[in-house]
């Protein structure tokens, strides 16, 4: 009896087949079933500032800043005067120097004195953040080809976390830091940060400085450099808003209260806080042959 009733069902369903409403039919008249579309939070990157080789983007309160060392454009490891320099202190066998802290305002009057293509200056390293006058910083710095410090961190903080940037006159590179590595680069210029996803707050908005680095021109060689400054943003944003500027390597610097920017004289990210150590950035010369070139757009 119950196989003779499979067929009838059978029968009845295909009969009935489209008497039922579909749920479209159920929706007001006008409903857009489309998909809704992902709003893309970061095409509304503008250009705030255009010199060779580098230049500014900004969309509210982020800024990035795009410089690219194939075109002659250079970054520089600025520091404040060594009051005392803790030979022999430092946690690999080097120093561990103390440096006079600095507003942001003045340590850009130095040195925008010193090149006349000055960019932008902006913080960098973590340090002791206390109310003396000079303080130390937390990892290690090589500056102008001499090792500025070993830091006073070492393995107590963030084992296993730590990045660093080796810049060089025409490309750079983030690598996991390792003591030896360091000693050894023949990179002018390192500094020791964080990895992008290091507890510094991870979802807390907030001061960020990140660095991301891109191959512009696909040749194996990261030439740009992208310096991420914002008043307020999580570590995850930042590092997105890197990726979405090409950076297929990032590292984090210091952030929160000493995250500042200024460029060409303009404060675009301040902070009252006094800091020893910053970035600053050279556009390429006027006349220089490498400027000829132009930065894609991201």
């Not at 119950?2 to 006008?30: E, H, R, S």
């Not at 023949?186 to 707050?201: E, F, M, R, Y």
């Not at 984090?252 to 910053?278: A, E, F, K, W």
Request: glycine share 10%; net charge negative.
């Amino acid at each position: 009896m119950t196989k003779k009733l499979i067929p009838l069902a059978m029968l009845i369903l295909a009969i009935c087949q489209g008497c039922l409403p579909k749920a479209q039919d159920l929706l007001p008249p006008g409903t857009d079933l489309r998909e809704p579309e992902v709003p893309d939070l970061f095409s509304d990157f503008e250009v705030a500032i255009d010199s060779p080789g580098a230049r500014l983007y900004q969309n509210g309160v982020d800024y990035v800043q795009a410089i690219d060392l194939s075109l002659g454009a250079s970054i520089r490891f600025l520091n404040g005067r060594v009051s005392d320099p803790g030979q022999g202190k430092g946690v690999y066998g080097g120093n561990d120097p103390k440096l006079l802290r600095q507003k942001m305002e003045e340590a850009w009057t130095k040195f925008s004195q010193t090149s006349q293509e000055s960019f932008c200056i902006a913080n960098g390293q973590f340090f002791r953040n206390d109310s003396a006058k000079a303080t130390a910083l937390a990892f290690p710095i090589k500056a102008d080809g001499k090792i500025l410090t070993d830091g006073y961190a070492g393995e107590s903080e963030y084992a296993q976390e730590k990045m660093m940037l080796e810049v060089w006159s025409d490309r750079a590179k983030i690598k996991a830091f390792e003591p030896n590595s360091f000693y050894a680069s023949d990179a002018p210029n390192i500094i020791v940060g964080l990895k992008q996803d290091a507890d510094k707050g991870i979802v807390k908005e907030t001061g960020r400085t990140f660095i991301g680095l891109k191959d512009e021109n696909f040749d194996g060689n990261k030439e740009t450099v992208l310096i991420f400054t914002s008043e307020s943003a999580s570590q995850p944003h930042a590092a997105e808003v890197l990726r979405y500027f090409g950076a297929s390597e990032i590292i984090m610097l210091d952030g929160g209260g000493s995250t500042q920017l200024i460029c060409q004289g303009n404060s675009y990210v301040s902070s009252p806080r006094t800091i020893p150590q910053m970035i600053g950035v050279d556009s390429a010369p006027s006349n220089s042959t490498s400027a000829s070139g132009s930065l894609s757009k991201p």
